[in-house]
């Protein structure tokens, strides 16, 4: 391809809004447009980095035995209610009607559609197992798309779908796409780990998240140096320490002036925050039955020391939906934000974490702005609607496996896998005939990858202060050709040309830069724009007897004779490729 044919262009400036280095990178060097919040289009230098990522999705999955399928975006609603998830999912999934006033979503995932093709087509236990997947788009209304592709509204996605006769058989396909997500991610050139995760709006029994540490994630990883547990925070579990039992004392309304946080009534009172209650306040969007839903006042309660672990906490009340309660709401029950308490309140679910319920004599709000109650006794003085884990793992909390000290880091998703089970199958009565004549649910895995957070994540990982530092696997082009005399007839301009045409009959992917712009310009954007090798040609390097030669992201370059330089491209392609090559290894698979 010819620099000046391409369809888009650099910038000197990302977008004000442009946070993430992914995010500038990608916009600034003409692969991404954005149409609107979380929404962008892919240019051509962008589409040609997700078409390599897509295969390597296509031969990891075809050495795993998966078939690919297409299935829709646009779904009917009545396999969403089916399964269930049309009342379980919030505004995340959009709904729809089509012009004859059908029910219809948007495809967030592609668990119920798979589910009606198997019951469709699957009759036999001889006709298991199977792998099916697709690379198909799909859209999630979420409501704070950031950091350009890293989250986003539509995406493409590679989802896997297994179906099995047994637990047995599942779980054999599950660790086949636990080592083949390592693979994937290992030959696009992104360092991952895989962690124990929530089941979320999936549903089943057990999920792994594979995730990339970046300060730029909004996920936490939990971990443990010492014996290897590592966790998504949503689901981490920690050594809580005792509760210290004491002899319950009288309450006592104490003059806080000022207090509104933990840490100033700590100061206040010189206490540890062990000592103090903190209470939450939440409102929980709950599915009575299929047509109604209502909203749940929900005061979650946890040691000052703590903090609220809102999955584990939405996972309790079996919410679909939590969202921070507002002030008004808040009165309406008869507690005062920063002065909150379960003391006196009306109307509200109370929760309180196992760890706060057992310890005494804490140190409360009073619902009375500017006071606080000492003494405070779950039991005596409230009492909760559930007491249940819902306390957060943070750095400095002992390791649940073997008590040491637990670590955090901030984390960005990049593949998740979940053993669904039967939790689809049942509700859509997706069912196989065994040996035996009985019919039996079809048990289900479900895996997937999103592209175009892959392709952020690795321009994450792999760049410098000037650009892009593509993979070569990956790379929209493998060698960048950078004419510096562009008059044609000139020996440089008659040497650029023929290296073209030589990379492509040698089957290399080149990328030629035929521009009327400056050598500080062409450089700038050959930076920018990140492609692995870089091949000069101008008059110092002719009179050299070659061109310069330059590996992007290392320092040093060469002049190479250029009756030799194919020879020599093909070397450097190739020892690219090793280094990639020698981070594929087997992965002790964690449950």
């Not at 990178?25 to 003409?30: C, E, K, M, T, V």
């Not at 009073?366 to 007491?387: K, M, Q, S, W």
């Not at 955090?408 to 065994?434: H, P, W």
Request: aromatic share 8%; net charge negative; hydrophobic share 40%.
């Amino acid at each position: 391809m010819r620099f000046s044919q391409i369809f888009g262009h650099t910038l000197k400036e990302a977008p004000s809004d442009a946070q993430a280095v992914s995010h500038q990178f990608l916009i600034r060097g003409g692969y991404i447009h954005q149409v609107a919040a979380g929404l962008f289009s892919y240019l051509p230098l962008a589409r040609r980095v997700m078409n390599k990522i897509e295969n390597i999705l296509h031969d990891e999955m075809a050495d795993i035995g998966g078939q690919e399928i297409t299935m829709p975006v646009v779904l009917p609603a009545e396999m969403w209610k089916e399964s269930g998830r049309w009342y379980q999912i919030g505004s995340e999934l959009t709904r729809l009607k089509d012009r004859k006033d059908r029910d219809m979503v948007l495809a967030m995932t592609h668990e119920e559609a798979l589910c009606d093709l198997a019951r469709k087509y699957i009759r036999s236990y001889k006709e298991m197992p199977r792998l099916v997947y697709h690379i198909q788009t799909k859209w999630r209304d979420d409501p704070r798309p950031r950091a350009g592709l890293i989250r986003v509204r539509e995406f493409k996605m590679k989802d896997s779908y297994s179906l099995d006769t047994d637990w047995e058989g599942l779980d054999k396909q599950y660790r086949a796409h636990y080592q083949s997500y390592f693979n994937i991610f290992n030959r696009c050139g992104l360092d991952v780990l895989a962690v124990k995760s929530d089941t979320g709006m999936m549903g089943g029994k057990i999920a792994h998240e594979f995730m990339y540490l970046t300060p730029i994630g909004e996920d936490t990883i939990i971990y443990c140096d010492d014996c290897g547990y590592n966790s998504n925070r949503q689901v981490a579990d920690f050594k809580k320490p005792r509760a210290v039992k004491e002899d319950l004392l009288e309450t006592e309304k104490i003059e806080t002036p000022d207090c509104k946080t933990i840490d100033d009534l700590a100061d206040f009172l010189d206490i540890p925050e062990s000592k103090t209650a903190k209470a939450v306040f939440m409102v929980a969007t709950i599915q009575e039955d299929k047509e109604t839903e209502v909203e749940k006042f929900i005061l979650a309660i946890v040691r000052g020391d703590m903090d609220l672990n809102e999955t584990k906490l939405a996972n309790a009340v079996k919410a679909k939906e939590l969202r921070p309660a507002q002030e008004e709401e808040i009165k309406a029950i008869g507690a005062v934000p920063g002065y909150g308490s379960p003391i006196g309140v009306k109307g509200a679910f109370i929760v309180i974490d196992d760890l706060a319920a057992e310890s005494t004599n804490l140190v409360a709000g009073a619902n009375e702005a500017g006071y606080h109650l000492l003494n405070v006794n779950c039991g005596r003085d409230f009492t909760p609607d559930l007491i249940v884990d819902i306390a957060a793992a943070q750095s400095g909390h002992d390791c649940i496996n073997c008590g040491s000290e637990l670590q955090s880091e901030k984390a960005v998703e990049v593949g998740n896998i979940f053993k669904l089970g039967t939790r689809y199958s049942e509700a859509m009565n997706c069912m196989y005939q065994d040996e035996n004549g009985k019919l039996n649910p079809i048990i289900m895995g479900s895996y997937g990858i999103g592209v175009g957070r892959l392709l952020s994540c690795v321009v994450e990982q792999h760049h410098d202060d000037y650009g892009i530092i593509w993979p070569i696997s990956i790379a929209p082009f493998q060698v960048h050709i950078i004419l510096l005399h562009d008059k044609k007839g000139t020996e440089a301009s008659e040497t650029a040309e023929k290296l073209y045409a030589d990379c492509k009959t040698a089957g290399i992917d080149a990328l030629i830069d035929d521009r009327k712009e400056s050598p500080g310009v062409k450089f700038n954007d050959a930076d920018l724009v990140g492609i692995p090798i870089r091949l000069t040609v101008g008059r110092r390097a002719l009179d050299q007897g070659g061109v310069e030669l330059k590996v992007r992201g290392r320092a040093e370059s060469e002049i190479v004779p250029i009756d030799i330089i194919m020879r020599r491209l093909k070397e450097i392609i190739e020892e690219l490729k090793a280094e990639l090559a020698e981070k594929l290894e087997i992965v002790e698979y964690k449950e």
